[in-house]
């Protein structure tokens, strides 16, 4: 059974840090680049960072370049997404999602991350 878990959100002040985490199961994870979208209310689910399997580059969307840094560990087939000087607009649903090269791909059931003072 696939499952990707995620922890680590919670509610934060403007300026501050939080880490998430994503340990996946069911599936060969170093096969899949992993990402982290977010959903905010009345909003699209777009892409923060994503991560690849074989040379483990990365991409990150425009508002979180500097502030936000995806990493992985293969060994214990968890992603990272480490979040610093957070903003009222980075408040989201954030989930995991796994792509392989071929048609597979899941995702987790969020985590909400909440910025205000």
């Known amino acids: 059974q696939v499952q990707l878990v995620e922890s680590g959100g919670g509610l934060v002040q403007p300026g501050g840090s939080l880490r998430l985490s994503c340990v996946a199961s069911?599936?060969?994870?170093?096969?899949?680049?992993m990402s982290w979208y977010r959903q905010a209310p009345g909003k699209e689910r777009e892409l923060v960072a994503a991560?690849?399997?074989?040379?483990?580059?990365?991409n990150y969307a425009d508002r979180v370049k500097g502030r936000f840094t995806i990493s992985r560990d293969n060994a214990k087939n968890t992603v990272y997404l480490q979040m610093n000087s957070l903003k009222p607009e980075d408040t989201a649903v954030y989930y995991c999602?796994?792509?392989?090269?071929?048609?597979?791909?899941?995702w987790g059931q969020g985590t909400q991350v909440t910025v205000s003072s």
């Open positions: 999602y796994a792509k392989s090269r071929g048609p597979y791909d899941y």
């Open positions: 069911g599936f060969t994870f170093s096969s899949y680049t």
């Open positions: 991560i690849t399997n074989i040379d483990r580059s990365t």
